[in-house]
Each structure stands twice: as C-alpha cells, then as structure tokens.
C-alpha cells in the first residue's frame, strides 16, 4: 500500500474524532460504496451523495457521537483497517460506548473506494479477508 492512502484514513480520522464527518470528501471515490453494520441493523449507500445522506441520517440519532482516535491500524495492500472507540447519547438519553468499533477501507488510486463501518473490530478484519 501507498504511504499516502494510510494518510487518507488517518486525515478522515483526525476529522471524525474532533466531530468533522464532512472531512477529505475529495478523497472518496465518486461511486464510493459505504455499509454500516452494527449490531442487527445494516445500512448501504453508493455514490458520495447518498453517502452523506445516510451520514447525516445517522447523526440525526444522536444528542452526541464520538469517533475516538486511531487505537489500532492494520494495513494489508489496498486494504486498511482500523480500531477505534466510538463514544454517543441517543436523543433518548441511552449512553453507548464502545471500546473496539473497527472500520474498513479498501482506497485505490489514493481513493476511498469502500467503507465498512462496524461495532467490532473483528467484523471489520472479517469484512475484508484479514480475519478468518
């Protein structure tokens, strides 16, 4: 892998953490494929504009939602996996937090092309043949 596609993910979470969820948009694959997977529910968007939409669907949940910083970075070709925290308050006052969310990216040409957004690690190792 490119020494700068690790620094696309690692720029998209410096935006996420501090609340920036429209951050490095330039850096999405215009056909980018976003699934969000957690727990029972799973979620798709294709295309940067319906990504956004569903973003913006999702945070409408929430009083509050933190992405914490990078805890774990696996890097395998044009795949990246990362672990991180997650961090929320429902607009029903239900706290949730989560020590071992994982996200997963597959970037070609310096470009996100899919995302997979889960509630564990594991499931993000899993989603792209890093975890059997």
């Keep these: 892998m490119a020494h700068g596609d690790t620094e696309v993910v690692r720029r998209l979470y410096a935006g996420w953490e501090a609340g920036d969820f429209a951050v490095e948009m330039d850096s999405f694959d215009p056909d980018v494929e976003l699934v969000i997977d957690y727990g029972p529910d799973q979620i798709s968007a294709r295309g940067i504009d319906e990504m956004r939409d569903v973003w913006r669907e999702?945070?409408?949940l929430w009083d509050s939602w933190s992405t914490g910083p990078i805890q774990t970075l696996v890097?395998?070709?044009d795949r990246v996996v990362v672990g991180h925290s997650l961090r929320g308050r429902s607009r029903r006052g239900i706290s949730v937090h989560m020590e071992e969310a994982?996200?997963?990216f597959i970037l070609r040409d310096g470009r996100v092309t899919?995302?997979?957004a889960t509630d564990r690690l594991?499931?993000?190792l899993q989603a792209v043949g890093l975890l059997d």
């Design 58 to 60: 999702q945070l409408t």
């Design 75 to 77: 890097e395998d070709g």
């Design 102 to 104: 994982g996200c997963a």
């Design 114 to 116: 899919w995302i997979f």
């Design 122 to 124: 594991s499931k993000a």
